[in-house]
């Protein structure tokens, strides 16, 4: 077995979460609680979901473009509703009104995902962001 195929959840495995470019990534609390309620969320809405990105190293955030501060360096995800033939933005949608449910503090609505993240364990304010065209 390859260690990136180690399923953290039922639905997610390890080489999801993972920063690409060095299979960096903390198991901590903020990992665990996160994935939980990532997990809940999946579950509840029966849907499958692509994470686009999770944990960051420093390099691979500033090859892609992230805030200096981000989230993704501690632990975050960008998930992606994986539908057929269903309108993507009412999906993002829903998962954008599951995660306020469900106590994501971190959220941010784009055009092809939703970003999520658990800053409230780190003591930090919630955030909403809409960078939708």
Do not use: C
């Amino acid at each position: 077995m390859v260690i990136g195929d180690t399923n953290i959840t039922e639905h997610f495995q390890l080489k999801e979460l993972w920063s690409p470019d060095n299979q960096e990534i903390q198991l901590n609390s903020l990992f665990h609680e996160h994935m939980e309620l990532l997990e809940k969320m999946r579950t509840d809405y029966d849907i499958r979901m692509s994470v686009n990105s999770g944990h960051r190293s420093l390099a691979h955030n500033s090859e892609v473009g992230g805030a200096a501060n981000s989230m993704h360096l501690r632990f975050a995800t960008d998930i992606t509703p994986i539908v057929a033939d269903v309108d993507l933005r009412k999906n993002l949608s829903i998962l954008n009104d599951m995660a306020e449910e469900m106590g994501f503090q971190g959220i941010g609505r784009y055009n092809t995902f939703i970003h999520l993240d658990r800053r409230d364990l780190l003591g930090w304010v919630p955030a909403r962001w809409d960078k939708r065209t």
